[in-house]
Every structure is written in structure tokens, then in C-alpha cells.
Nanobody
Framework: QGQLAESGGGLVQAGESLRLSCAAS????????MAWFRQAPGKEREFVAA????????NYADSVKGRFTISKNNTKILFYLEMNNLKPEDTAVYYC???????????????????WGQGTQVTVSS
């Protein structure tokens, strides 16, 4: 059974930055996809960003484009979410997820993903 572990969450003020990390002990293939989702209080979990293991292609939710950057470490199974110009509406629990075989796609539906972390809290004060 694979495991994912997020780190890097915290409390920041609006306009500040945070970097989340996800360490993965799961099977990774050239077609694998890594993603970040988030869930705000009282809301459903939503897609934030995804990256392909091979090639580093990316996909972002419109709400974070231009502010968040997803990246990966090619020597270890690690991936990141750099979050800049944070807003109070970014407050949520952030989850990392992996998909073993994306078949060239970067899905935004959580049901597509195989493994999930436990989540890390990000709180942005105004």
C-alpha cells in the first residue's frame, strides 16, 4: 500500500507565500500524474494543479493560475506546490494525490487518483 505525506502548511497573511511538499512512497511510472487538491470548510474537495511525471506537463485550476506552481523532483518521488500571493479564499486543507497511469491526461476529477495524503492545513488571514 502506497503512502503520501504532505508538509509545509501553516498560517500566513494575505499576499504571502507558502511551499507545500509531498513525499510519495508509491509506484511511479512514466505515465503517472501527481496532483494537489484542496477542501475548504463546508465545501467539496476541489482540484488545484496536476503535473505529469514524464515531461512535466501541467494543469491548473483557473482560480490559482498565475499564483501557484506545481513542480517535481526528478531524483526522488517528491512534488511541490509553490503558492504565491495567497488570498483568504485559499484557506483549506491541501491534499496531494497520485495517479499511476494518466495515459497522457492530467485529470481534475479526484475519483481518477489512486493514492492520497492525509492533508495539510493552509490558513490565510486577511
Amino acid at each position: 500500500q502506497g503512502q503520501l505525506a504532505e508538509s509545509g502548511g501553516g498560517l500566513v497573511q494575505a499576499g504571502e507565500s507558502l511551499r507545500l511538499s509531498c513525499a510519495a512512497s508509491v509506484r511511479i511510472f512514466s505515465s503517472s500524474v501527481m496532483a494537489w487538491f484542496r477542501q475548504a470548510p463546508g465545501k467539496e474537495r476541489e482540484f488545484v494543479a496536476a503535473i505529469s511525471w514524464h515531461g512535466g506537463n501541467t494543469n491548473y485550476a483557473d482560480s490559482v493560475k498565475g499564483r501557484f506552481t506545481i513542480s517535481k523532483n526528478n531524483t526522488k518521488i517528491l512534488f511541490y506546490l509553490e503558492m504565491n500571493n495567497l488570498k483568504p479564499e485559499d484557506t483549506a486543507v491541501y491534499y496531494c494525490a497520485t495517479l499511476e497511469s494518466g495515459y497522457g491526461k492530467l485529470p481534475s476529477q479526484e475519483s481518477e487518483y489512486d493514492y492520497w495524503g492525509q492533508g495539510t492545513q493552509v490558513t490565510v488571514s486577511s
